[in-house]
């Protein structure tokens, strides 16, 4: 095989150098340099792959670490809700207990946790994976219990606004000051002189004295009435009260009243000696006596 020449040229002035090489040596020469230079491309390669293995684990573990550190925040979150839904729970019972319903039945609170699993966590991270659904499963558990006692407390509101109307609508109070000069019962007529059933009580009042309803209620009846004169019939939806020898009538069929509502004035219309309210409370439309439902001392004014 034969020789190659090379021709070595300084920069500047200078003497040109020439090399010779033989064809065999040359091969060699040229095999070793493209060696070193894989080598070297291999070892850089490396190095890079390496440094940035090192960056990416330092950034996921400083990612782990923030990411620790949101779940222990949830967990104390979690633990806080818990507490509350607790002390929830115990005021639900005692609201239940005096509206006379029902405890909650304790298989209620035996919550049944399903659903997908968390799918924006890194699987490589068994731990804080485990974390975080034992966390998810305490949110579901905890939301389920405060529907529960969203519900107990549902009920005890119904129930008591139930009977806030029965209050409401349930006679209480005197239709007007005065006093009693007639009872509820059997007594004597007044006008025929023999013994006859009297279906309320007689109030005794100045003329023009304001009457008022005694529960809520919607108007039956305003108008003249047989011997009761002008009178206002209330319905009070299990009750209806009767407001008889009126000398004025402030409603109408129809309208809605309140408890201490004016409803007429005192007069002595119809079958009247004198001055007075004639007062009945009917229960099924049957009379009874008014007394029964009217508390002491409480009017209106």
Aim: net charge positive; proline share 5%; with cysteine.
């Amino acid at each position: 095989m034969g020789k190659y020449s090379f021709q070595i040229i300084p920069p500047h002035s200078g003497k040109v150098r020439q090399l010779r090489v033989e064809g065999s040596r040359l091969k060699w020469v040229l095999f070793g340099l493209g060696a070193l230079v894989l080598i070297n491309a291999f070892i850089l390669g490396f190095n890079l792959f390496y440094v940035g293995k090192v960056a990416e684990n330092r950034t996921a573990g400083e990612t782990n670490e923030q990411l620790s550190a949101s779940l222990d925040a949830m967990s104390r979150r979690a633990d806080s809700l818990a507490t509350i839904i607790c002390d929830l729970r115990e005021m639900s019972t005692l609201v239940r207990d005096k509206a006379d319903l029902p405890p909650i039945d304790p298989a209620q609170y035996a919550y049944g946790i399903g659903g997908p699993e968390l799918d924006f966590l890194d699987p490589n991270k068994p731990i804080i994976l485990a974390r975080a659904r034992d966390i998810d499963r305490k949110l579901d558990s905890l939301i389920l219990s405060a529907k529960t006692e969203r519900k107990a407390l549902e009920e005890a509101r119904e129930h008591f606004e139930k009977k806030r109307h029965v209050l409401a609508h349930t006679p209480s109070i005197w239709p007007l000051r005065g006093y009693v000069s007639s009872g509820f019962g059997r007594r004597l007529d007044p006008f025929t002189g023999i013994w006859k059933m009297h279906e309320g009580i007689d109030i005794c009042a100045r003329r023009g004295t304001p009457v008022r309803a005694s529960a809520d209620g919607t108007i039956r009846f305003a108008g003249w009435y047989h011997g009761y004169g002008k009178m206002v019939r209330i319905n009070h939806t299990y009750y209806e009260t009767r407001y008889g020898h009126l000398d004025d009538i402030k409603v109408r069929p129809g309208q809605k009243v309140k408890r201490g509502d004016i409803i007429g004035t005192v007069g002595n219309t119809g079958n009247a000696t004198g001055v007075h309210l004639h007062y009945e409370v009917r229960v099924s439309g049957r009379p009874v006596d008014p007394r029964q439902y009217i508390s002491p001392e409480v009017v209106v004014d």
